[in-house]
């Protein structure tokens, strides 16, 4: 297991109490994970404006299958674009809506440009993308 290394940091005492109010909202037991978690934030977050390195996201759709050709349109892509998903979950939400999770792999630019060509066919309720990492950078 990599070393713990202890810092420390000088802060203002009223920046530091409107941390300790948000982090104890969110359940957070101490500083050092919520600080730990904010870091791993920010490293995704440049993750993703780098352009050079493959990292995971998920994209989120929901839409409504008795749209003429938009099932086809929405199969289509995918098999179009096989290799960058690597995986998709259906849930047949009620007799009109369907809900769709699937797991996207590729270069920053790449993932955006599938994700944005999927959530811009007419028909699709609503959607998202969440930009994730493959983690190793991360601990
Ligand atoms: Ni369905």
């Given at each position: 297991?990599?070393?713990?290394?202890?810092?420390?940091?000088?802060?203002?005492a009223?920046?530091?109490?409107?941390?300790?109010?948000?982090?104890?909202?969110k359940?957070?037991?101490?500083?050092s994970e919520?600080i730990?978690?904010?870091?791993?934030k920010h490293?995704v977050?440049?993750?993703?404006?780098?352009?050079d390195?493959?990292t995971?996201?998920?994209?989120?759709?929901?839409?409504?299958?008795?749209?003429?050709?938009?099932?086809d349109?929405?199969e289509?892509?995918?098999?179009d674009?096989?290799?960058?998903?690597?995986?998709t979950?259906h849930v047949?939400?009620d007799?009109?809506?369907c809900?769709?999770?699937?797991?996207l792999?590729g270069?920053?630019v790449e993932?955006r440009?599938?994700?944005d060509?999927?959530?811009?066919?007419?028909g699709?309720k609503?959607?998202?993308?969440?930009?994730?990492s493959?983690?190793?950078?991360?601990?």
């Open positions: 297991m990599e070393e713990l290394v202890r810092f420390g940091v000088s802060i203002s009223h920046l530091l109490g409107q941390f300790d109010r948000l982090i104890s909202g359940g957070y037991v101490n500083r919520a730990r978690d904010l870091i791993r490293l977050e440049h993750e993703w404006e780098q352009d390195k493959e995971l996201g998920t994209l989120t759709l929901l839409y409504n299958h008795h749209v003429r050709e938009l099932s349109r929405l289509h892509l995918q098999h674009h096989y290799h960058r998903i690597i995986s979950m047949h939400v007799e009109q809506n809900l769709e999770v699937m797991v792999k270069k920053p993932i440009s599938l994700s060509s999927i959530l811009r066919v007419k699709v609503h959607g998202q993308l969440v930009m994730t493959k983690g190793q950078e991360l601990d």
